[in-house]
């Protein structure tokens, strides 16, 4: 059963990956097709309203020019799109990362350590069976871990998987990756301390920058998190098929 599992989760993670990355590419041709149209279209102008907004905000028309459109485009897919694949495969390698830890804790509850947990009396009152409320301990431990920070998740893993054990660029880099995209949700892009703590020698900009996922640093990045889940759970099905 923990093979078939963990084989699941394998394939599901590149599904999700691919799909990430499939969707910024077939956007960026989007772009790239409706940049070359507007080329072609002679004259006239765009107008942009906010006919259900624009009375409460005093906003006006914004009128723009079709020659002005592929370069708005470009400032829009840097702006939006790269901005929420780099949020999504983060998001993809976070939940896959603790859906493997669920995966050998609902194998072997015994796994968990060996230290007192609390648990409300509610869900051992209403727990239909055993397995619930051993679920229920299960996600309360990775609750845990996903307040530490990405070298704790991994040192974690390590404890368990005794043989795996990530590099330091590949973790530097996994870390810096997250706190890019902590920025964004909890800061507006704009690097603070905290970036730094957790970025370490990794972090890519300053105090009081922006920080950007343009260039190669998505696929870099997508690199990093596809290649890193699946040696781990490559490991794990060599691991418990021997």
Same mark, same amino acid.
């Not at 084989?7 to 070359?36: P, Q």
């Given at each position: 059963?923990?093979?078939?599992?963990?084989?699941?989760?394998?394939?599901?993670?590149?599904?999700?990956?691919?799909?990430? &990355?499939?969707?910024?590419?077939?956007?960026?041709?989007?772009?790239?097709?409706?940049?070359?149209?507007?080329?072609?279209?002679?004259?006239?102008?765009?107008?942009?309203?906010?006919?259900?907004?624009?009375?409460?905000?005093?906003?006006?028309?914004?009128?723009?020019?079709?020659?002005?459109?592929?370069?708005?485009?470009? /400032?829009?897919?840097?702006?939006?799109?790269?901005?929420?694949?780099?949020?999504?495969?983060?998001?993809?390698?976070?939940?896959?990362?603790?859906?493997?830890?669920?995966?050998?804790?609902?194998?072997?509850?015994?796994?968990?350590?060996?230290? /007192?947990?609390?648990?409300?009396?509610?869900?051992?009152?209403?727990?239909?069976?055993?397995?619930?409320?051993?679920?229920?301990?299960?996600?309360?431990?990775?609750?845990?871990?996903?307040?530490?920070?990405?070298?704790?998740?991994?040192?974690?893993?390590?404890?368990?998987?005794?043989?795996?054990?990530?590099?330091?660029?590949?973790?530097?880099?996994?870390?810096?990756?997250?706190?890019?995209?902590?920025?964004?949700?909890?800061?507006?892009?704009?690097?603070?301390?905290?970036?730094?703590?957790?970025?370490?020698?990794?972090?890519?900009?300053?105090?009081?920058?922006?920080?950007?996922?343009?260039?190669?640093? &998505?696929?870099?990045?997508?690199?990093?998190?596809?290649?890193?889940?699946?040696?781990?759970?490559?490991?794990?099905?060599?691991?418990?098929?021997?």
């Amino acid at each position: 059963m923990l093979i078939e599992s963990l084989e699941s989760l394998r394939s599901r993670v590149i599904t999700d990956f691919c799909a990430v &990355m499939e969707f910024k590419l077939y956007t960026d041709l989007a772009y790239i097709l409706s940049g070359e149209y507007t080329k072609s279209i002679p004259g006239g102008e765009f107008i942009i309203d906010y006919p259900a907004i624009a009375p409460f905000l005093s906003l006006a028309p914004n009128i723009i020019n079709p020659y002005e459109l592929p370069h708005r485009l470009e /400032q829009a897919k840097n702006s939006y799109l790269l901005l929420l694949v780099h949020q999504q495969q983060v998001a993809i390698f976070e939940n896959s990362f603790f859906d493997i830890l669920r995966t050998l804790f609902i194998d072997q509850p015994l796994r968990l350590p060996n230290k /007192q947990r609390q648990i409300e009396y509610s869900i051992i009152i209403n727990a239909q069976d055993k397995d619930e409320i051993i679920f229920a301990l299960i996600e309360k431990e990775i609750n845990e871990i996903k307040y530490k920070n990405v070298k704790d998740w991994f040192k974690y893993l390590e404890n368990l998987v005794s043989k795996y054990k990530i590099t330091d660029s590949d973790l530097g880099r996994i870390a810096e990756a997250k706190a890019t995209r902590d920025l964004f949700a909890h800061n507006a892009g704009i690097v603070n301390e905290i970036y730094l703590q957790k970025a370490g020698n990794f972090a890519r900009f300053k105090i009081g920058e922006s920080v950007s996922v343009e260039g190669d640093y &998505m696929r870099d990045t997508w690199v990093v998190f596809s290649r890193v889940l699946i040696l781990i759970l490559d490991l794990l099905i060599k691991k418990y098929k021997t």
